[in-house]
Antibody
Framework: QVQLVQSGAEVKKPGASVKVSCKAS????????MHWVRQAPGQGLEWMGI????????SYAQKFQGRVTMTRDTSTSTVYMELSSLRSEDTAVYYC??????????WGQGTMVTVSS | QSALTQPASVSGSPGQSITISCTGT?????????VSWYQQHPGKAPKLMIY???KRPSGVSNRFSGSKSGNTASLTISGLQAEDEADYYC????????????FGGGTKLTVL
């Protein structure tokens, strides 16, 4: 079945970077765009950016420009999201989600990233 | 882009119908027929319920329906059931010169 499996929870200090992985299976990895969405504790969903697994092109939300980098490895059907210069406000659950028909049809289980000194 | 506007909470009794509104602008909801809706239970990942404004993915109950008028999209749930109690988020494409996506702030549905 189609699924996205993300890496485990992370605890980071302010100023550090975190890299979250998302491994896809059950479909042709290069045929569908992948997005990253985050959710701070008790808050709503926030779109971070998109990557085209085929060519690797990306587009990021203005809020994260300069701090986020999305990459992919087609040999392992995995996308990555790296967020740098972490601050406490970046504490959130980070989701990868596959898009189809201009909607997010499959979601990863989420990765909790905690930023704390 | 600013977040889309949703009511913070709505409630209804089992069997009743409720509607959740999602108000955007002419730059997002009003310009594209690309509104989607997501259901999220506590501690779980969101689930796609409606895409392209009114289409249901395979496996989603026909009790869920979507519509749009101008800059406002709506999600209607008929025949409320206990398991419908969850948070609901609307989402719209909002790009013009660059790709952009905006979510609503979320609505907590309580089934009384």
């Amino acid at each position: 079945q189609v699924q996205l499996v993300q890496s485990g929870a992370e605890v980071k200090k302010p100023g550090a970077s975190v890299k979250v992985s998302c491994k896809a299976s059950g479909y042709t990895f290069t045929s569908y765009y992948m997005h990253w969405v985050r959710q701070a504790p008790g808050q709503g969903l926030e779109w971070m950016g998109i990557i085209n697994p085929s060519g690797g092109s990306t587009s990021y939300a203005q809020k994260f420009q300069g701090r986020v980098t999305m990459t992919r490895d087609t040999s392992t059907s995995t996308v990555y999201m790296e967020l740098s210069s972490l601050r406490s406000e970046d504490t959130a659950v980070y989701y990868c989600t596959k898009s189809a028909a201009d909607a997010f049809d499959i979601w990863g289980q989420g990765t909790m990233v905690t930023v704390s000194s | 882009q600013s977040a889309l506007t949703q009511p913070a909470s709505v409630s209804g009794s089992p069997g009743q119908s409720i509607t959740i509104s999602c108000t955007g602008t002419s730059s997002d909801v009003g310009s594209y027929n690309l509104v989607s809706w997501y259901q999220q239970h506590p501690g779980k990942a969101p689930k796609l319920m409606i895409y392209e404004g009114s289409k249901r993915p395979s496996g989603v109950s026909n009790r869920f329906s979507g519509s749009k008028s101008g800059n406002t999209a709506s999600l209607t749930i008929s025949g409320l059931q206990a398991e419908d109690e969850a948070d609901y988020y609307c989402c719209s494409y909002a790009g013009s010169s660059t790709f952009d996506v905006v979510f609503g702030g979320g609505t907590k549905l309580t089934v009384l």
